[in-house]
């Protein structure tokens, strides 16, 4: 299989290493042109654009930061499209917009497949992370072998759409755990506690979570480098806010997270990273929220290992599956 891959940012770098990295033939494209020598001194080709990459590529693969980004891409690769192409979208964006893109491109006689990610770049970068699937079944089945090489857990979650739907759903729920986590750590340090302790605290009880074991991590470092920008953060937080309005769920916290991160892109930029929210707090409080041996970046210490499909608890075999 002939890979192509267009968007080398902090995630989609970390997944196309994985392709290289595992022997796949493997063709790049990005506007960055730093990104794209560093991958074809690797091993890799490179694309003039993103309809020279269809042309060469039997998957293409976009991971792009907004859904007007990823529209101008697939609409620029359709001439080229046609029932022995594939495209996958590894990009967090709007089920709507992402079922429109793929009937387009089945409309040329290619396939499409939504399969954004979640676990951070760190698990990107060792072919750790979770990825989300929608598709048919049999196109599900014929890119599997791909996706058991960029991810280790993947999840077949039903049609076109079903793959964004979730995945916006997983990033509130991160976005809901930094702000408590930034709350409570800066609670802590102003009612006399040892942040290391209070890290400790949190790690080994029913109040911890992923997002604790990771950014607050880099938030004692002070690096607050998560690869993640707050920009980024209100994209996702306002796409799981129009779901639950179009489902006509009245969300109490959702909003309240949504001027929280207005709050602090307006104080400290759209692209500052996102676990200097907590930033909000220090300044009210005069606090620094900092303690010693913590990594100023995240690193997956699991060995990487071949990934498998997932079998939804309670179910007795994947979704779809014959």
């Known amino acids: 299989m002939h890979v192509g891959f267009i968007g080398l940012g902090n995630v ?29 001194a690797r091993g890799a080709g490179a694309a003039t654009g993103p309809a020279d ?32 192409k594939i495209w996958l979208e590894m990009s967090t964006t709007d089920a709507d917009e992402v079922k429109r893109l793929a009937a387009l491109v089945m409309a040329q006689g290619g396939a499409a497949v939504e399969c ?17 699937a929608g598709c048919d079944r049999a196109t ?4 599997l072998p791909l996706l058991t090489t960029l991810g280790r857990r993947v999840l077949h979650t039903g049609e076109i ?5 979730l995945k916006v759903m997983t990033n ?13 750590l800066v609670t802590m340090k102003a009612a006399g506690m040892d942040m290391n302790t209070t890290y400790e605290a949190m790690k080994i009880s029913s109040g911890t979570s992923f997002v604790h074991e990771t950014e ?20 996702d937080i306002g796409l799981f806010q129009k779901i639950a309005e179009d489902a006509g769920v009245p969300l109490e916290v959702s909003p309240l997270l949504m001027q929280i991160l207005d709050d602090g892109i307006a104080r400290y930029g759209a692209r500052e990273l996102s676990p200097n929210i907590i930033r909000r707090l220090e300044d009210a409080t005069g606090l620094t929220i900092s303690a010693p ?7 997956d210490d699991e060995p990487e290992e071949p990934g498998y499909e997932v079998t939804p608890t309670g179910l007795t075999k994947p979704l779809m599956a014959t």
């Open 12 to 40: 989609g770098s970390k997944l196309a290493g994985s392709a290289l990295r595992n022997g796949f033939d493997l063709t790049v494209c990005d506007l960055d042109a730093d990104r794209v020598d560093s991958f074809v």
């Open 53 to 84: 990459l269809m042309r060469k590529c039997d998957t293409v693969i976009t991971c792009l930061p907004s859904p007007a980004a990823s529209a101008a891409v697939v609409e620029a690769m359709l001439p080229e499209v046609n029932e022995a």
């Open 116 to 132: 954004p990610v979640s676990g951070g770049c760190h698990r990107a970068d060792t072919a750790n992370i979770s990825i989300f």
């Open 140 to 143: 599900f089945e014929r890119i």
């Open 161 to 165: 759409g079903t793959a964004s739907v």
């Open 172 to 184: 509130y729920l991160a976005t809901a755990n930094l702000l408590t986590c930034c709350e409570a």
């Open 216 to 235: 607050s991590q880099v938030i004692l470092n002070g690096s607050r480098d998560i690869s993640f920008t707050m920009d980024l953060v209100k994209k």
């Open 293 to 299: 041996g913590f990594p100023a970046e995240m690193v």
